[in-house]
């Protein structure tokens, strides 16, 4: 049986004190210099940038005039350099949303720091809750062991650590290990096919009927009503501050207690949808999902000053909801965990996904009646049911129509009766103006 490399990422919290806390505090501080610093020598010239090679020197050089960059270790400095150039690239492929590389802000970026090769970690597990790691001019330390790491446990999974990220978020530092094992090719899913609405009432809508939710609120009671009190401290704090001063310390701790509450909803809800996911994975060989333009949907409805928009607060509250869900991310694990179990997740076209109806693939005006109820207006069908199961299976029906299979056939018998199978028609859908069919 073939094998294939498969590369992932186990990311562990790290247990620093203060000295060490502040050791990486100022690495990822020097990173980001770096990064301003190429920044400024990549773009100087108008219409030229600098080469490689020219990067590269000019980052030795840097080190030896600049005592405080010496405090980044040089293979952190190169990784930096492998990145901005990457960045740049993305930028000139048409195929990539990613914007021109600019400067970073000390409060606005995200602290990391790169540790490129892994031959440099020497990992070891100390016992059943702790492993520990070399980290370049910072030595030893500890970090959480939830995972058997490639290469490191005697008995645990074939493979390597090819290198780490150390990157801080609100609760801490973490290290973001970068595995690659070689594991069999798998066997296809022979499991049933199903399609998946994302939606803000019902999170997740399958074909088959399911509606998965989740916790209206990833905080519990007393932590909401702790993040509301601090979420007033912090604006008494702001009106009391004078302006054009510094933010004070008090305001700034009153943040971070903000950040951290926020970083465990985060947390929560990431776990949801990695057991989710893992479950429809493991039933499902095909998982249909539609085409979401998420960034359009949550264009600003504000407008302009000669064209002001309307209801811009429902608005939004609507793009903090969207965002909330992740519809992105689900996406995301959906299809890594498909595919290492042999399984797929095709993307169809998303225009008219919740007007259509599964049954007769109609679009009738004023069949979705409300956001949860679709009644199909068309006399030879009449379908009555949920909206986003019903948008469901209209999108396993465009898999399949495009895939050349049988499809659902058109006027079935009765409302909720069975339905007539007929081969593929191209997976045309009828657009009906009136309220009888053609």
Not at 59 to 77: G, N, S, T
Not at 213 to 230: A, N, Y
Not at 390 to 419: E, K
């Amino acid at each position: 049986m073939g094998l294939e490399k498969r590369n992932r990422a186990h990311v562990a919290r790290l247990e620093l004190d203060q000295r060490q806390i502040a050791v990486l505090d100022g690495q990822a501080h020097n990173a980001r210099a770096v990064w301003n610093l190429l920044h400024e020598f990549f773009t100087f010239r108008q219409g030229r940038f600098a080469s490689l090679a020219q990067c590269d020197e000019a980052i030795r050089v840097a080190r030896k005039e600049i005592d405080w960059l010496k405090d980044l270790p040089a293979q952190a400095a190169q990784a930096v350099l492998k990145t901005y150039r990457q960045a740049w690239a993305n930028f000139f492929n048409p195929g990539h949303p990613a914007k021109r590389p600019r400067f970073k802000g000390r409060l606005s970026s995200r602290m990391v720091v790169d540790v490129p090769q892994g031959r440099d970690l020497h990992i070891a597990r100390i016992n059943r809750q702790w492993g520990a790691v070399n980290i370049p001019k910072l030595g030893r330390v500890r970090f959480r062991w939830t995972k058997d790491l490639p290469g490191v446990t005697r008995g645990g999974p074939d493979g390597k650590i090819t290198g780490a990220r150390l990157v801080k978020e609100a609760n801490g530092w973490h290290i973001a290990f970068r595995t690659q094992t070689k594991q069999p090719l798998p066997a296809p899913h022979t499991g049933p096919q199903t399609a998946i609405d994302r939606g803000i009432a019902v999170p997740l809508a399958l074909a088959s009927g399911e509606k998965i939710f989740h916790r209206k609120d990833w905080l519990t009671g007393g932590e909401q009503q702790r993040m509301l009190r601090l979420e007033r401290k912090a604006a008494r704090q702001k009106r009391a501050a004078k302006p054009g001063r510094p933010t004070s310390t008090r305001l700034k701790r009153t943040y971070d207690q903000i950040a951290r509450l926020r970083a465990k909803a985060k947390r929560r809800a990431i776990d949801w949808q990695h057991r989710t996911t893992a479950k429809l994975t493991d039933r499902f060989s095909v998982i249909v999902l539609e085409d979401l333009k998420v960034k359009n949907m949550m264009a600003s409805a504000s407008g302009t000053l000669e064209q002001p928009g309307k209801n811009v607060a429902q608005k939004r509250g609507l793009n903090r909801v969207i965002a909330g869900q992740a519809w992105g991310r689900t996406a995301e694990f959906l299809t890594y965990k498909a595919t290492d179990k042999g399984g797929k997740v095709p993307i169809v076209p998303a225009r008219g996904t919740s007007q259509e109806c599964h049954a007769c693939h109609t679009i009738i005006e004023g069949s979705r009646e409300s956001q949860s109820q679709f009644m199909c207006r068309n006399t030879a069908c009449g379908w009555i049911g949920n909206a986003d199961v019903n948008a469901a299976r209209t999108q396993l029906h465009r898999y399949n129509s495009a895939a050349g299979r049988a499809v659902t056939g058109r006027g079935g018998p009765a409302p909720l009766g069975p339905v007539k199978r007929q081969a593929t028609h191209g997976g045309t859908t009828r657009t009906i103006s009136q309220g009888v069919a053609a």
